[in-house]
């Protein structure tokens, strides 16, 4: 078994990149946690053949596409962040003593671990989290468990190589999404340490839900929801090509019968699958209240949806800025995907790591 990071803990220049079926997107930051600044702010869009379930297939076009990332926007930080969808890793909370040295409580949490682990152990890259005292077991503390297929994990150990860069940490997609997530309940919601927020991060192809309460994740589900649907009508609609649908989508390139022949019913039917959803979380966990929606992901800047989700459900829904709060570097302060910010939230997520959490 190979303890491998997937919650790399060194505090060092690191850039997150969020590797999707959309394209590639990257983010730097320096400073700190209280006082981080945006350095680097990138993205690429990609064919949508390069990944499988996740994992990258065309490797030398997408380490190409990264290597003239770095290049055109002249990034020297070689280390980085990348993140393994949370399907392809196996997550499991366990306890075990307080008071055991750091060795043996490394050999402890492989011991434990391997009951819950769902494959062979041979072919494990396996880490674990502490995340503090257990409540009904003071002597006892809480460890979050992480596994995947070691393949998995050097696929993108791989790709970092071949694209001249350092994976310095290999995150599970939804930590990642909870610390950017973390971050923006301190700025958007004030003294409400243990809000119920709801992060809707909506894709292209699904949208990942991800309930929070505080610093913990009660509860996480995938929808086959996001901004292809939008695509697709658009392309039904005027009888053009997946290309060319996506070019007029953000082009805003679209005649004027757009907004109620296509957007109006998109924006209902993704409304209609989001409100089924929340119900599901209403039965399936104790908390019947949620406080917050923070809406994020490229799918989520559609024009009306953030209104349309609050109307329905009768909640607060904010369209999210990853970078609010955050001092802007002065290569960075006019980068017109500022305007798109709401993109970059996993990546931003991931850059975090580079403060040590």
Known sequence: MNLKSFFGRRQEEMVGVDISSWGIKVVGLSGCMAQPVLEVLASTRLSGEHMVG?????????????RSLWRENRIKAKKVALALPSAAVFTKKIMVEADLSSWDME???????????????????????????????????????????????????????????????????????????????????PGQDDAVVLLLKLGAGRTWMQLTVGDSIVYERDQAVGGDQLTYRIAAHYDCSKVEAERKKYA????????????????????????????????????????????AGGGAMVPGLAKAISTALQLPCTLVDPFKGMRLAPQVRSHPQLQEAPLFFGACGLALRGFGL
């Open 107 to 189: 050999a402890q949490v492989e011991e434990e671990a391997r009951p819950y682990i769902p494959f062979p152990l041979e072919e494990v890259s396996l880490d674990f989290c502490p995340l503090g005292p257990n409540p009904q077991h003071p002597e006892m503390i809480d460890v979050l468990l992480a596994a995947a297929r070691r393949d998995r994990v050097q696929n993108l150990l791989d790709l970092a190589a071949l694209a001249e860069l350092e994976a310095r940490v290999v995150e599970v997609q939804s930590n990642a999404l909870r610390l950017a997530n973390r971050r923006l309940v301190d700025l958007y919601l």
């Open 54 to 66: 996740g994992t990258v297939v065309k490797m030398h076009s997408v380490a190409e596409a990264l």
């Open 252 to 295: 805003f390139a679209l005649a004027q019968d757009f907004e109620s022949s296509v957007l109006v019913p998109y924006i209902s039917a993704t409304v209609q699958v989001l409100e089924r959803a929340i119900q599901f979380i209403h039965h399936s966990t104790p908390y019947s209240k949620i406080h917050q929606i923070f809406l």
